[in-house]
């Protein structure tokens, strides 16, 4: 909804985190899928696969659907909403770091890493001022 302010993260642990990415990539998995993927090469169970699957379906970071006895699961936000949220949340409220040079200076980082990211950034902020209207 725009203008509304990002939803929190929720904490995750390292399972989940993994769990999270697997989705992102795959698009959608059951918990022998995800299971095969994450948690035989860390000689961790289908049941605790299954958990951290609940889990994130719980904190709202996966979706799932009941196909026949098994549900399959997706990835709830995408990789770059869920990257964003945590910028936002590791540094605190944008509006309060606006005055403390910090946006000037990701801007500064941005633009000498990638000469352009300025014209992107410049698109993006006019598509989102529309948006805002």
Not at 76 to 91: E, N, P, Y
Not at 116 to 130: D, F, Q, V, W
């Amino acid at each position: 909804m725009a203008g509304s302010r990002p939803q929190k993260l929720p904490p995750l642990g390292e399972l989940e985190r993994a769990v999270l990415e697997f989705l992102w990539t795959s698009g959608e998995a059951d918990v022998g899928e995800v299971h095969a993927a994450i948690g035989a090469p860390r000689g961790i169970s289908a049941n605790t696969v299954g958990s951290a699957l609940e889990r994130l379906h719980r904190k709202a970071l996966a979706s799932r659907e009941k196909v026949s006895h098994a549900y399959r699961y997706a990835a709830a936000c995408s990789r770059s909403d869920f990257l964003a949220r945590q910028i936002v949340a590791t540094l605190g409220d944008v509006r309060r770091l606006s005055g403390t040079g910090l946006m000037a200076s990701f801007l500064d980082v941005v633009t000498a890493a990638d000469q352009n990211a300025l014209s992107e950034l410049e698109t993006l902020i006019a598509r989102k001022r529309k948006e805002l209207k």
